[in-house]
């Protein structure tokens, strides 16, 4: 299978990357890891005109410690999140979720930009930003601007990031020790998720769910119950019940989904309350 | 779209050797390798990113060729199955451990198995078994079942200096 044919634009810089995307437009796509948009060029499921790769703006591709907060560059590939020294002690959480992404060849080109920019329901990435509260950072023509987790993500593999904007930095609150616990519901060890939760705990806790609805999605309901104290299994039945909209598809039914749901938030809060 | 999108110069060292090209973009790598280069030891399996067939090195990295494009190798080195073992063709330790353990059956995967096993040893040159198997994730066979496959690699790893003996020289299992 190969794509639908395109121009290649190759950016030295987010700047470089947003002249092209201003002067291209709807017409363009950004490619980074390229591993949501190839398999669907492939598919012809997308057929951009133009391809703008962003792949080799090495400057995008960071961890860094800055204050209270975490630091991850767009570009910086699942493979460097997932062993990031500063991830694993400040943010741990967000090391573990990318090392259950794909497998070894995905994550050596997988960014975490491309992954939360994609918005599929079904990635593991964005349940992180949304439990943890994150912010991420655009920039376009216009300007930067900061778009807070809970505003993000907008419908099926949609998000508030504007056709001429690009994806530059995602900052994460630090844990400072809170428990976390992320479940991945899955078959076969390579396999995208059935459902998935992340749990934070702390003073800001949050639950999230993989593949729950028809986007990433904070379970404001379990949110809710855990800041209150709830049980585990009330936590779970509040994630479960809460999903106004789970999908359904060869491997799970709603019903089914819905049990995932509950039985992987009681045990994601357990594990985190230890 | 009207106009045929122009062809895009690169430059890829492939097993060491610096090739200069003129690429349709959308020229997958796998494809590159396999039509372009003739180097036909890239297996496509599933070209959708899933069985690992098509895995060479990036830079030192496993990656999978059918999802990455040549245009994004440009300036990279690209190792193949072909550039594996030795100059004078001895097998490196990993091939030499898939002959040993019989690490293979109809061979389709083992480029790909190779591929990803030498990356693995080339960052954590004493893996345990799970290791192994969660760096091999990325590749299916549908042939082995695994486990001679994770001998192959363990053997691999034990003897990092492999075996010296030429190819077409005398089989380790006749
Ligand atoms: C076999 C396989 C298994 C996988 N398994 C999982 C899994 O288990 N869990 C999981 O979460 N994911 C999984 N993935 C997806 C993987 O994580 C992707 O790498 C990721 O979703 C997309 O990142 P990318 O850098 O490859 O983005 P690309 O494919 O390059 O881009 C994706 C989209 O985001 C846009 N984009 C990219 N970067 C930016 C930016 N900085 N700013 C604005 N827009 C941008 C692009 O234009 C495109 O629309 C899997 C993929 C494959 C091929
Ligand atoms: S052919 Fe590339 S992963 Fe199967
Ligand atoms: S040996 Fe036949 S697919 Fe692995």
């Known amino acids: 299978m190969i794509p639908a044919a395109f121009e290649y634009k190759k950016a030295g810089s987010a700047d470089e990357a947003i002249a092209l995307l201003t002067e291209y437009g709807d017409e363009a796509k950004l490619l980074a890891g390229g591993h949501s948009l190839l398999p669907l060029m492939k598919l012809r499921l997308a057929r951009p005109e133009v391809l703008i790769d962003i792949g080799n703006v090495a400057d995008l591709s960071y961890v860094r410690e800055d204050g209270d907060h975490i630091a991850v560059g767009a570009l910086t590939r699942h493979r460097d999140v997932e062993r990031s020294d500063v991830l694993r002690s400040a943010l741990p959480v967000l090391a573990h979720v990318a090392s259950t992404v794909g497998d070894p060849q995905v994550r050596n080109r997988g960014t975490i930009g491309g992954s939360i920019v994609h918005g599929d329901p079904a990635s593991d990435l964005p349940s992180v930003v949304l439990a943890t509260g994150a912010t991420l950072v655009v920039r376009g023509s216009g300007g930067q601007r900061e778009i807070a987790a809970a505003d993000f993500f907008v419908d099926f593999l949609e998000t508030a990031v504007a056709a001429d904007e690009l994806l530059t930095e995602i900052k994460f609150p630090k844990s400072n020790g809170a428990g976390w616990s992320f479940q991945k519901f899955n078959r076969r060890a390579q396999d995208w998720a059935i459902v998935g939760a992340t749990v934070v705990g702390g003073d800001n806790p949050g639950v999230s769910l993989v593949n729950m609805g028809s986007k990433p999605e904070l379970s404001v309901a379990a949110t809710e119950a855990m800041a209150s104290g709830a049980s585990p299994s009330d936590v779970g039945a509040a994630a479960a019940d809460g999903a106004a909209n789970p999908p359904e598809d060869l491997s799970a039914n709603v019903a089914y989904r819905r049990h995932l749901a509950r039985s992987l938030v009681e045990r994601a809060v357990a594990e985190a309350s230890n | ?174």
């Open chain 2, 1 to 174: 779209m009207e106009n045929r999108p122009s062809n895009v110069p690169v430059t890829i060292n492939v097993n060491g050797n610096a090739l200069s090209a003129e690429v349709e973009p959308r020229t997958l790598l796998a494809l590159f390798l396999r039509d372009d280069l003739h180097l036909t030891g890239t297996h496509i399996g599933c070209d959708t990113s899933n069985c690992g067939a098509c895995t060479v090195l990036l830079d030192g990295d496993a990656v999978k060729s059918c999802t990455v494009l040549a245009v994004q190798a440009d300036g990279r080195d690209i190792t193949t199955i072909e550039g594996v073992a030795g100059d004078d063709g001895s097998f490196s330790a990993v091939q030499e451990g898939f002959r040993q353990e019989h690490g293979l059956q109809c061979g389709y995967c083992t480029p790909g198995m190779i591929m990803a096993a030498t990356a693995l040893l080339a960052d954590n040159p004493n893996p345990s078994e799970h290791d192994i198997r969660h760096n091999l994730e990325g590749n299916l066979c549908r042939c082995t079942g695994y486990q001679m496959i994770v001998n192959s690699v363990r053997w691999a790893a034990e003897n990092p200096d492999g075996v010296s003996v030429s190819v077409g020289g005398q089989g380790a299992h006749s």
